[in-house]
T-cell receptor
């Protein structure tokens, strides 16, 4: 299957700081999504972004499919941004998840 | 839309007992996925369905695991007999054309 590597594995931020999370994948994909798993365990879809750039409020994402990576930007971080961020990629309908970036935002 | 509904949210059972987890997907979503999440192995795909038909069950760990989707609005994941190493959070997710995945809240299983 496709290998998905996320970095950094852990991140601690002061509230208000910005951050960039990275997802590298080992093969061509036709689907890439970013998820946030909150401290209660709920997985929330943030972006469906197989290529290009999207923005949603303080979050934005960019995928460069030809170079096999995606970036998730979090600006002006808030304590509610804490949790684990997962990247998931798919070729066809088989999704592969990275091991996540655990983010802690401290007030 | 109530989203993806899973039940039970929590289950504690003893080794050897049968466990049945249930999922009601979002109406009109033709793909349904079952995932398992553990600290050691992360999120693993167990099986997925398209239009109620199992497409890939290669992630099902053992014959003790089985999954069915008798109609478009209901799926079950059964473990019989359960073992302590099956303790995990089991997620159901669905998608329309498998583009955007929507996850349920998960079922946390503890096998003693």
């Amino acid at each position: 299957g496709i290998q998905v590597e996320q970095s950094p594995p852990d991140l601690i931020l002061q509230e208000g700081a910005n951050s960039t999370l990275r997802c590298n994948f080992s093969d061509s994909v036709n689907n890439l999504q970013w998820f946030h798993q909150n401290p209660w365990g709920q997985l929330i879809n943030l972006f469906y972004i197989p290529s290009g750039t999207k923005q949603n409020g303080r979050l934005s994402a960019t995928t460069v499919a030809t170079e096999r990576y995606s970036l998730l930007y979090i600006s002006s971080s808030q304590t509610t941004d804490s949790g684990v961020y997962f990247c998931a990629v798919a070729t066809g309908n088989q999704f592969y998840f990275g091991t996540g970036t655990s983010l802690t935002v401290i007030p | 839309d109530a989203g993806v509904i899973q039940s039970p949210r929590h289950e504690v059972t003893e080794m050897g007992q049968e466990v049945t987890l249930r999922c009601k997907p979002i109406s009109g979503h033709d793909y349904l996925f079952w995932y398992r999440q553990t600290m050691m192995r992360g999120l693993e795909l167990l099986i997925y369905f398209n239009n109620n038909v199992p497409i890939d069950d290669s992630g099902m760990p053992e014959d003790r695991f089985s999954a069915k989707m008798p109609n478009a609005s209901f799926s079950t994941l059964k473990i019989q007999p359960s073992e302590p190493r099956d303790s995990a959070v089991y997620f159901c997710a669905c998608g329309a054309g498998a583009n955007v995945l929507t996850f349920g809240a998960g079922s946390r299983l503890t096998v003693l």
